[in-house]
């Protein structure tokens, strides 16, 4: 070979094996980033996604990463070159990764091999098998704004071709979240006879809990009367204010602090009972998402207004002796908020010796704060009594009293499917299934 040919062949393969370093070297380093978030979920124990999440089929991935760049939650990540679920908590079941996954290597599902995840049958329609009531929303497996909103109108559509019946109303709406909310505005857009419960204080359903600036929705969303709603990525305060200002626009009514607690089959309607009056209706649509009611604590003093549970601005908190119930994420999260605004004293209340159930980063905060002074911490411990202005625990056996203003409850929630069964509806479990 000669030197000139030598030279043309170096000048050719210097640049193929600069891009072959680099592309090594960045793929080792998007390994690194995605074991060590999922490292952590799995150390947290936070490996099962809450809803419609992706499988991905690592026989057909061949490691194009669209998928990684269209999830806005960071669920996905690349390990060796393969797209894996590495964040699963976090997926909020948009589908966006396996629309730009060009190898047809990921399938939406629900449920998992080791947890399954009850889906109540609905046709075309989300009508049940029970005529007349509907299911919308993430109770229904799909927590993505723009589908549950999606699916609340179509409801409402196929509703409003029974209005005009003997019943009082035509429909009863349960739940104000994104579902409820679009299936309210259906109905007036329908001239339909409606009544909406929310058993909170608030619109929002699940988008209400969020955390303060949290990312709420991520694609366009259409609504009755309002129509094409353009908002891209947009914070939970933001959404809020949106929903709030449609309520003022359009004058929709919804009923806050109304609980349904059952629903009694008529001749051709129903009869829902809620905690305030009963409702004689034609149809039923349940948008009441999968948090369900609050788990309480079950003890004197909890029906106090002081006593709430969930955390929405710590704020509010301020100069205030706030007591925190409960050993997850969300119990973590809101006594670490609290502790670190002006004036509080916070104490964190679990049963079990060890906040096993926390992130790691959570724990470590929470401990961080415990040496500082800023929190105490009370494990195996129970809230037995709850006064105007004293709390009383149950704090490894021995009973101890201290003031408190606030007691924010993070116990999770009684999820509605012993109540859908109980009133006849199919539900299937699906392991890892469409």
Not at 279 to 296: E, F, M, Q, S
Not at 306 to 319: A, C, F, G, R, T
Request: aromatic share 6%; with cysteine.
């Amino acid at each position: 070979m000669s030197f000139s040919d030598f030279s043309a062949v170096y000048i050719y393969l210097v640049p193929v094996l600069l891009i072959a370093f680099f592309h090594v070297r960045s793929r080792r380093k998007n390994t690194a980033a995605s074991l060590a978030l999922q490292k952590e979920a799995i150390e947290a124990g936070l490996t099962e996604p809450s809803s419609l999440h992706p499988f991905i089929d690592t026989t057909k991935c061949l490691g194009a990463g669209g998928c990684v760049n269209a999830c806005p939650e960071e669920a996905i990540g690349m390990i060796g070159g393969k797209a894996h679920l590495v964040n699963p908590t976090v997926c909020i079941g948009h589908g966006a990764c396996a629309a730009a996954c060009p190898h047809n290597a990921i399938t939406l599902v629900f449920g998992t091999e080791k947890r399954g995840m009850d889906i109540p049958k609905v046709d075309p329609n989300f009508e049940t098998n029970v005529k007349g009531i509907f299911i919308a929303g993430e109770l229904g497996g799909m927590g993505l704004i723009r589908k549950a909103a999606s699916q609340g109108t179509q409801a409402i559509n196929t509703i409003q071709k029974l209005k005009g019946s003997a019943h009082a109303l035509d429909v009863v709406i349960v739940g104000a979240g994104p579902a409820g909310m679009a299936s309210t505005l259906g109905a007036l857009e329908n001239k339909l006879r409606y009544v909406t419960l929310e058993q909170e204080s608030s619109l929002g359903g699940a988008i209400f809990q969020y955390p303060r600036n949290k990312i709420a929705m991520t694609a366009p969303v259409k609504l009755p009367i309002i129509g094409q709603v353009n908002m891209g990525e947009i914070s939970k305060e933001a959404l809020l204010e949106f929903w709030n200002g449609i309520v003022k626009k359009t004058g929709i009514k919804i009923n806050f602090n109304e609980r349904m607690e059952n629903i009694t089959k008529t001749d051709d309607g129903f009869l829902v009972k809620t905690n305030k009056q009963s409702y004689d209706t034609r149809t039923v649509l349940l948008a009441i998402g999968r948090r369900g009611t609050p788990r309480k604590l079950g003890v004197p003093g909890e029906d106090l207004p002081k006593v709430v549970y969930s955390l929405i601005d710590p704020e509010q908190y301020q100069n205030m002796n706030v007591l925190v119930v409960g050993g997850g994420d969300s119990a973590l999260e809101a006594a670490c908020s609290i502790a670190e605004e002006p004036g509080t004293t916070v104490s964190i209340s679990y049963r079990s010796e060890a906040f096993g159930r926390g992130k790691p980063k959570n724990r470590e905060k929470l401990h961080a704060l415990e040496s500082q002074g800023k929190i105490k911490v009370l494990l195996k411990s129970n809230v037995k009594a709850i006064t105007k202005d004293k709390v009383f625990l149950d704090h490894q056996g021995k009973i101890i009293q201290q003031s408190n203003d606030a007691i924010i409850v993070c116990a999770g929630g009684i999820l509605p499917t012993l109540f859908l069964k109980e009133i006849g509806i199919t539900v299937d479990t699906k392991y890892g299934t469409a």
